[in-house]
């Protein structure tokens, strides 16, 4: 009889740990976090020239993680009531109440101090201001703004687009033309992306009063032709590395069609204004960026 006690003690606390493991996932949310690292060490490695210092990657990693983690978990601590109305955020640790909102604030502050802490000490004191701009402007800017107005797209492209400014400063030490048009590529790419969510995910976000798509009523030509015009912007943006001698003609060349792949799903989200439409510019819009930024540093000259 004891030792099936223990087992099921032993069983429930697997159980347990499990669920807050999946509770952390969420918080930070993983897959985006990684996908935002991924861009900044990317940018890293095609700044690079001879021997990588890998330490510098890790902690690179390492506190890029934990500052976008920690952008997450705020985002979902300030957004707690606003998720509960939203089918797609509903069963978010925080708003399910799953997770107390102190201890989502604390694990997110510490991890938001750790990690720029992290980055301005092993990597230079600018990328540690970087940081902490990107993490402050998303947190406390971008996020309450999304109520209040659809600039918010606009003003979160910053902090969206700085990890990959982060990581070429990460390895040079200065924000210089390079730094400025890679930032440019990532920050025009993402209304194109974030409006074709938008697009799909409309009447969940009016649930909650967010307003993201920058037409009224969103869903319409008005919206698509801005979303057209920033995806057609990115065909001459995505060669400007090439011409400033980042990399070579190849990839220069790659940035452009990705840019022509975009303008192509968003004119026929213009013709039609049809959610199958933004589905596949949304589609198009994550295979652009790796695409490219892979382009860029095995095309690196």
């Not at 020239?49 to 979902?76: P, R």
């Not at 990597?123 to 998303?138: D, E, I, K, Q, R």
């Not at 940035?255 to 968003?266: D, E, K, W």
């Amino acid at each position: 009889m004891e030792a099936i006690i223990v087992e099921n003690s032993a069983v429930e606390r697997a159980g347990l740990l499990r669920s807050k493991l999946t509770d952390y996932n969420q918080l930070v949310k993983f897959k985006l976090t990684f996908l935002v690292v991924f861009s900044s060490v990317i940018t890293y490695l095609t700044a690079s020239h001879g021997a990588i210092n890998w330490f510098d990657v890790l902690m690179l990693t390492l506190g890029g993680f934990l500052v976008t983690g920690s952008a997450n978990g705020i985002n979902q601590v300030i957004e707690k009531d606003f998720d509960k109305l939203m089918l797609r955020t509903a069963n978010r640790p925080v708003a399910t109440n799953r997770m107390s909102v102190a201890e989502a604030s604390t694990v997110s502050l510490l991890m938001g101090v750790c990690g720029v802490l992290i980055i301005g000490f092993y990597l230079n004191p600018l990328c540690g201001w970087l940081a902490l701009a990107a993490l402050m402007s998303y947190a406390f800017v971008y996020t309450p703004l999304k109520r209040v107005s659809p600039v918010s797209v606009f003003v979160g492209a910053f902090p969206g687009a700085l990890p990959t400014m982060l990581g070429w400063v990460a390895f040079t030490g200065k924000i210089d033309m390079p730094a400025i048009l890679l930032f440019g590529v990532q920050f025009f790419w993402q209304f194109p992306h974030f409006w074709s969510i938008a697009w799909i995910l409309d009447e969940d976000y009016k649930r909650a009063g967010f307003k993201m798509l920058p037409g009224t009523p969103g869903r319409d030509r008005g919206t698509a032709l801005q979303t057209l015009a920033f995806s057609l912007v990115l065909i001459p943006i995505g060669m400007l590395p090439t011409q400033y001698g980042v990399t070579g003609l190849t990839s220069g060349i790659i940035g452009a069609l990705g840019g022509v792949m975009l303008s192509y799903f968003s004119w026929k989200l213009y013709r039609t204004c049809e959610i199958k439409d933004a589905k596949k510019l949304m589609f198009s819009s994550f295979i652009y960026l790796p695409m490219v930024q892979l382009a860029y540093l095995f095309d690196k000259i």
